[in-house]
């Protein structure tokens, strides 16, 4: 870990926020490269020397960290707060249970924008990092909508099995990634609100079936009031 008990932000003041963030990544998701797995020298708000040559710059209290195959990407603080949020509720319901419920919630503890709901065919979550497949953040949201997401793999005895995830309007959370395949965190998957409760899935974003679309959502932190 850090040679500091907290991380500092652009005036070489303590973030505990952003030291808890980074703690959060780094005991949850060994998939990742995190502070924890760096070994680092911190140095005037930077952490140097790291593995791999990542440099991690913290002037803006954010968290760097490498998922999957060298993708490298910096994670806000208020990303990392939506993570160790929707991680702290596992096994149990946000909310009514809806898909948003969870969101909605993670974006307000994280003191992010909430999201815009007025189009019931496409919620925004922030901004918009499109229908991409590599180089998402832990951290974002992903809205999907008329999606089909399906698989065949061949089996040890040479047949094929098949597995399918239909979300045909739904709203998930970024744990992480690591390649093409995004582990996401959320709930109401049944279609039973009385049963829903957050839980984590994965899913191969390359097996999407013609028909639907996604979007990739980077939160936005809130403005401070003076």
Not at 27 to 50: I, Q, Y
Not at 139 to 167: H, L, P, W, Y
Request: charged share 20%.
């Amino acid at each position: 870990m850090s040679d500091r008990s907290s991380l500092e932000n652009e005036n070489g003041r303590s973030d505990p926020a952003a030291a808890d963030a980074a703690k959060t990544l780094d005991s949850k998701f060994p998939s990742c490269l995190t502070l924890g797995a760096l070994r680092e020298k911190v140095f005037k708000g930077k952490v140097m020397n790291a593995k791999h040559g990542l440099v991690v710059g913290l002037a803006l209290t954010s968290v760097a960290i490498t998922c999957g195959a060298g993708t490298s990407s910096a994670v806000s603080s208020v990303e990392a707060k939506v993570v160790k949020y929707a991680h702290s509720q596992l096994g149990k319901k946000v909310g009514s249970g809806e898909c948003t419920d969870l969101v909605i919630e993670a974006l307000r503890i994280a003191h992010a924008k909430p999201g815009d709901l007025s189009n019931q065919t496409d919620y925004h979550w922030g901004h918009s990092r499109g229908q991409i497949t590599t180089g998402i953040k832990p951290g974002d949201i992903i809205q999907f909508e008329n999606c089909v997401f399906k698989k065949t793999t061949t089996t040890a005895n040479g047949g094929t099995r098949s597995s399918q995830q239909n979300m045909p309007h739904h709203t998930a959370i970024v744990r992480n990634e690591d390649g093409h395949h995004v582990h996401i965190y959320q709930q109401n998957t049944e279609g039973d609100l009385a049963k829903s409760v957050v839980h984590e899935a994965s899913l191969d974003l390359r097996t999407l079936q013609p028909g639907g679309h996604y979007t990739v959502w980077s939160p936005i932190a809130l403005k401070k009031t003076k």
